[in-house]
């Protein structure tokens, strides 16, 4: 596999180069019958244009003070479409108050924006300013667009298990949005250096890129301008890889330290259990589901350290009876009915970073191991079978913080052996919690020495 890797590479490589070369015949032979290096000077003239250029200290000084104007420009979209973005995912009358501005905005010629920005504030922000206008709409749309589309259920699970703030953030918002984030860096960083130099060229701010080429313009140095269009289109080329590479690392560094920090923020489970407020339940069900006519007039009480199982027919409402009692007693500990895990993380880090503070890795590994035995526990969650992922989603949620532990279904795709093996490990470590599970297999309840059923 790595021969062919290596192999693809190096004909990848060749096409490239053979392309490159095609490319630079056509334009030494354009040059040729054109005849008028005013018009179009050849390749020869516009290397030594450009290694005038490189090795020009002042050059460089005046390229890196416009690539650093750019930068904070498209810094200052960033936040600012962050933020408006944020507030857009919570109060729809404020998305459609700032998403047609915004699309005036994206809709605008730079030219056009530019002339009033020079009106307004002068040559010397204008190219800041213009950046800032030209990539805040396509920050704002890419980030309202991840947002809309991030994996609600599994921000469910996450504030259920009592990760919030900053750890939602890193564990789930930020690796669900940063695809379009990528994708909008992409479009947004080259867009904003051809807007950042045009706003300096329109404005002729001194000691400028744009200052520079249009003083070639006005003296007809074609190769310089050719010279300074290459130098610029090679930085804001280095410029986009690397911004995109340091967002790629971002997600993994992001979900390391919001692992690294589990149970941070959250009571621990002694706390939760020994003040009672999540030790035992109360609930007027049919109040809380008007849609779901079998728990009509259920009431629903459970003791500290009790242990109720919730059985009937598909559809009967179950499910919405744990995810009620499960509001009430958060945080808590909780297997859901379809699956909820980081697919591209592995096993032990879905298991981490939902964990009480006094977890450790390797006692989180044990247990692992020992409810899935033979497993690798830093596989993929992705590569593991139906079954090896169900017992992944139980070791979370035993060593979860919290004063109850909630199971729907949580059984599924287990044999008889695995299944009373598992229920074995979720006896030993209830500790004094309270336990409700929903199961349409009465052997569930008897696996895991419950008694009290409710039928529905």
């Not at 709409?137 to 599994?154: D, I, M, T």
């Not at 280095?238 to 330290?257: F, I, K, N, Q, T």
């Amino acid at each position: 596999m790595r021969a062919f890797a290596r192999q693809m590479t190096e004909r990848m490589k060749a096409a490239a180069g053979a392309v490159a070369a095609f490319w630079l015949a056509a334009w030494m032979l354009v040059a040729a019958l054109v005849a008028q290096p005013l018009i179009l000077p050849g390749p020869g003239a516009v290397a030594l244009a450009l290694l005038r250029l490189v090795c020009d200290g002042g050059a460089w000084a005046i390229l890196v003070g416009s690539g650093a104007r750019i930068l904070g420009g498209l810094a200052l979209a960033a936040v600012c479409g962050g933020v408006l973005a944020g507030i857009s995912s919570r109060s729809r009358a404020f998305a459609r108050l700032v998403a047609p501005a915004l699309s005036f905005v994206k809709a605008t010629p730079v030219a056009c924006v530019v002339v009033l920005l020079l009106i307004w504030l002068g040559s010397a922000r204008v190219s800041i300013a213009a950046v800032f206008l030209m990539a805040l709409p396509g920050v704002y749309f890419s980030l309202v667009e991840g947002l809309a589309q991030a994996n609600k259920p599994l921000e469910q699970m996450f504030r259920l298990h009592g990760v919030r703030g900053w750890r939602l953030f890193c564990a789930h918002t930020w690796r669900e949005v940063l695809p379009f984030v990528l994708s909008c860096a992409r479009s947004v960083i080259g867009m904003s250096w051809k807007a950042g130099v045009a706003a300096e060229l329109i404005g002729m701010a001194v000691g400028t890129v744009g200052e520079r080429i249009y003083q070639a313009k006005l003296l007809i140095e074609t190769a310089d301008l050719l010279a300074w269009t290459v130098l610029v289109v090679a930085a804001s080329w280095a410029c986009e890889r690397v911004l995109v590479w340091l967002l790629r690392v971002s997600g993994p560094v992001a979900w390391g330290a919001a692992v690294r920090a589990h149970g941070r923020g959250s009571r621990g489970r002694a706390g939760a259990a020994g003040d009672g407020a999540a030790a035992e339940l109360a609930l007027v069900v049919g109040d809380r589901a008007p849609w779901a006519p079998a728990l009509a007039g259920l009431v629903l009480n459970v003791p500290a350290s009790g242990r109720i199982c919730v059985m009937g027919a598909s559809g009967a409402g179950k499910s919405t009876l744990l995810a009620l009692a499960a509001g009430e007693c958060a945080p808590c500990s909780m297997v859901f009915q379809d699956a909820h895990l980081v697919e591209s993380a592995a096993a032990l880090d879905n298991v981490l970073v939902c964990a009480d503070a006094r977890v450790d890795a390797s006692s989180a590994a044990a247990l692992l191991r020992l409810l899935v035995p033979g497993v690798d526990v830093h596989t993929r969650v992705a590569e593991l079978s139906g079954g090896q992922r169900r017992r992944v989603e139980i070791a979370r949620a035993l060593l979860c913080p919290g004063g109850a532990v909630i199971l729907d279904e949580p059984f599924t795709g287990l044999d008889t052996a695995a299944r009373d093996a598992c229920a074995e490990v979720v006896l030993d470590l209830l500790d004094g919690r309270m336990l409700l599970l929903a199961s349409h297999d009465v052997a569930d309840a008897q696996a895991l020495d419950i008694s009290d059923i409710i039928t529905l």
